[in-house]
């Protein structure tokens, strides 16, 4: 059975910094592209940043320079290292494994609260 879970989020002020970290089981976590999602109220979900099987980074434009994906196969993890967070960064973040075999293989994490505000 697929396991995401989702940890490492809570309340932090402008300009603070979070970690989160999610812990996958249940696949075989190197062959999956790793992503970070977030979902603020009343937005749809977006994607965050994501890192390929060999550790190949690419964020969205928003977070460029102050967020951090990276991955450890040899723990089946995958971490969101978040830097000089904007209240605009208030929103629950997900956790998605994702392979293309044939077909779409996608997992999802339950998510995580994560809030910036003073």
């Known amino acids: 059975q697929v396991h995401l879970v989702e940890s490492g989020g809570g309340l932090v002020q402008p300009g603070g910094t979070l970690r989160l970290s999610c812990a996958a089981s249940?696949?075989?976590?190197?062959?999956?592209?790793m992503n970070w999602y977030r979902q603020a109220p009343g937005k749809e979900r977006e994607l965050v940043a994501t890192?390929?099987?060999?550790?190949?980074?690419r964020y969205a434009d928003s977070v460029k320079g102050r967020f951090t994906i990276s991955r450890d196969n040899m723990h089946n993890a995958v971490y969101l290292q978040m830097n000089s967070l904007h209240p605009e960064g208030t929103a629950v973040y997900y956790c998605?494994?994702?392979?293309?075999?044939?077909?779409?293989?996608?997992?999802w994490g339950q998510g995580t609260q994560v809030t910036v505000s003073s």
């Open positions: 249940g696949f075989t976590f190197r062959l999956y592209v």
């Open positions: 890192i390929s099987n060999v550790s190949i980074a």
């Open positions: 998605n494994a994702a392979r293309y075999s044939g077909s779409l293989q996608d997992y």
